[in-house]
Nanobody
């Protein structure tokens, strides 16, 4: 089993920045892709960004150039640096990882961007 704990969410004005962190614990062997999804009220959960164990990244078009995903394998932690935030970025952000074909999820952290 893998446990994921997110931190760093909060309230920020449009144009501001936040940095989310996600610490993984438990069975670390075999974790490949880590990433972030988000779910706004009334919407489906959507991919924000992913990073493979080798460092290859993938971003949603809506966040390209504004968000940066990174990971520290020694600390089993993945980060999401969010700059130039917009009100439409408001959502609950979930950390996820894949291990031997199984997906694991954190509890989520709220990000609210005021206009």
């Amino acid at each position: 089993q893998v446990r994921l704990v997110e931190s760093g969410g909060g309230l920020v004005q449009a144009g501001g920045s936040l940095r989310l962190s996600c610490a993984a614990s438990g069975s670390m062997f075999g974790i490949n892709t880590m990433g972030w999804y988000r779910q706004a009220l009334g919407n489906e959960r959507e991919l924000v960004a992913q990073i493979a164990s080798g460092g290859r990244t993938n971003y949603a078009d809506s966040v390209k150039g504004r968000f940066t995903i990174s990971r520290d394998n020694a600390k089993n932690t993945v980060y999401l640096q969010m700059n130039s935030l917009k009100p439409e970025d408001t959502a609950v952000y979930y950390c996820t990882c894949k291990r031997f074909g199984n997906n694991y999820w954190g509890q989520g952290t709220q990000v609210t961007v005021s206009s």
